[in-house]
């Protein structure tokens, strides 16, 4: 087992180094205060910095799919992914040319409408087929169903990989992460640790406990510092 790296970083160049071999798999990325919060008045920005936003963007170019609840998405006013000239020939170099595209799980399919401004990079709404029964989704929406009732994310999970995209980068939010955790679904989180207290944040994580039998046990790879935040890995 290769040992954990620790040590403190100079910026983004240096940083994103240490987390260009995305798992085959879904890679979670999130961010939390001291504290414990996940948001600040229900959204993640407050509790960030320069680095980590672009650290955000950086995963985005390891991915073939970034997977997004709804909500988050509202949040956060999600619109495609941008690409930086030099993420754009790094991909090319990989077989990769287009920007991965954002798949959003929803029940309802309101979605940001910055999600539909670039034609090319149409999103890809991730629904059950009772959703999906329900309301008819513009001739412009690529559908993923997935589960009856609700979204079965481990089936939506095995769909995005059987369609060629493996390296599944998930942005939250916490729903969205307790339910890939409980599915089993993650092969690695990188967590942002901020140096703010944020105090109680609810941002719509569901009441009842989770129905594992055990924590699962994941390794730690890096923690790196920079600014006083903490970068971690941790891989299953």
Known sequence: MPPTQVGAVDGIAELEEFYTDAPDGVRANMIFSADGAAAFGGRAGPLSDPTDQRLLRTLRCFADVVLVGAGTARAENYGPVWLTDAQRAWRR?????????????????????????????????????????????????????????????????????????????????????????EADAIAEICVTLAPKLAGSQPVGRRLDPARLSAPHTMRLEHVLAHDDYLFLRYRR
């Open 93 to 181: 170099a990989e077989g990769r040319p287009a920007p991965p595209p954002i798949a959003v799980v929803t029940r309802t399919g309101e979605v940001p409408a910055r999600l539909f401004t670039d034609p090319d990079q149409p999103p890809i709404l991730v629904t059950c087929a009772a959703a999906a029964g329900r309301r008819r989704f513009d001739d412009d929406r690529r559908v993923l169903v997935a589960g009856e009732e609700s979204v079965d994310v481990a089936g939506a999970v095995a769909s995005l990989r059987a369609q060629g995209m493996p390296r599944i980068l998930c942005e939250g939010g916490p729903t969205l992460l307790d339910e890939l955790v």
